[in-house]
């Protein structure tokens, strides 16, 4: 049984997957909160969660822009990977490009996943990071109690593009080998679209299947 509660709550233009994690003693992670800060302030405070910290997959703009906020309301650090810093920095220029849409305020990281071992900073989750590149440079997949949170390496019935700043097609086919080999029964929850499982993509994610070939 999952002993976690797992309330997804798509953000922004892109319906990008924010995941709000928790546990029964109201103890909270945030994942990947990427516009729509009051939507999930909202979720947050009705259910008076205590938040431990920001978790993101990667650093593309609509992944981070509600992230500022949240770590300065609730007090709390922001995890990436190093190697997204620059894509982190450089986010604002990629919505001018790309979206056109208001810009967006850029968090400070406090820890590195690649630098820290984000099990000191967070003792109600067991949490393992996974170091996934392909969709950006420093993509990773948070694994906690059985579910996998691929962010936008794997999706249901997609992979992650790789014709965005940080994207390399042969990284990601090696990222997705090292997903290939979980369990079936492994629940995945992308960053957008709807959850899935490891098992499920094996067998009907045509672009999954001839990536690990």
């Given amino acids: 049984?999952?002993?976690?509660?797992?309330?997804?709550?798509?953000?922004?233009?892109?319906?990008?997957?924010?995941?709000?994690?928790?546990?029964?003693?109201?103890?909270?992670?945030?994942?990947d909160p990427?516009?729509?800060?009051?939507?999930?302030?909202?979720?947050?405070?009705?259910?008076?969660?205590?938040?431990?910290?920001?978790?993101?997959?990667?650093?593309?703009?609509?992944?981070?822009?509600?992230?500022?906020?949240?770590k300065d309301k609730y007090h709390i650090p922001f995890f990436l990977h190093s190697a997204d810093e620059r894509l982190l920095k450089t986010a604002n220029l990629y919505i001018?490009?790309?979206?056109?849409s208001d810009l967006i305020k850029i968090p400070s990281v406090d820890y590195f996943y690649d630098q820290y071992n984000v099990q000191d900073a967070i003792d109600s989750f067991k949490v393992e990071v996974i170091f996934t590149p392909g969709h950006t440079q420093g993509s990773v997949c948070l694994f906690i109690d059985d579910?996998?949170?691929?962010?936008?390496?794997?999706?249901?019935?997609?992979?992650?593009?790789?014709?965005?700043?940080?994207?390399?097609?042969?990284?990601?086919?090696?990222s997705l080998k090292i997903i290939s080999k979980m369990p079936n029964q492994t629940n995945i929850y992308p960053g957008h679209g709807t959850s899935s499982t490891v098992g499920y993509e094996l067998q009907y994610n045509n672009k999954f299947i001839q990536a690990i070939q």
């Avoid at 997804?8 to 994942?31: M, R």
């Avoid at 516009?35 to 981070?64: G, P």
């Avoid at 001018?96 to 056109?100: E, I, V, Y």
Wanted: overall charge neutral.
């Fill in 1 to 31: 049984m999952i002993g976690i509660k797992i309330k997804q709550i798509p953000t922004g233009k892109w319906k990008e997957n924010c995941y709000i994690i928790s546990k029964s003693i109201g103890d909270a992670l945030i994942i």
């Fill in 147 to 174: 579910c996998l949170f691929t962010g936008d390496t794997l999706l249901n019935g997609k992979i992650g593009r790789t014709d965005l700043p940080g994207g390399n097609k042969q990284v990601l086919n090696e």
């Fill in 96 to 100: 001018k490009l790309f979206d056109g």
């Fill in 34 to 70: 990427g516009d729509d800060k009051q939507k999930i302030e909202k979720y947050l405070d009705s259910n008076d969660f205590n938040v431990s910290a920001i978790l993101n997959t990667h650093a593309h703009y609509d992944h981070i822009g509600a992230v500022k906020y949240l």
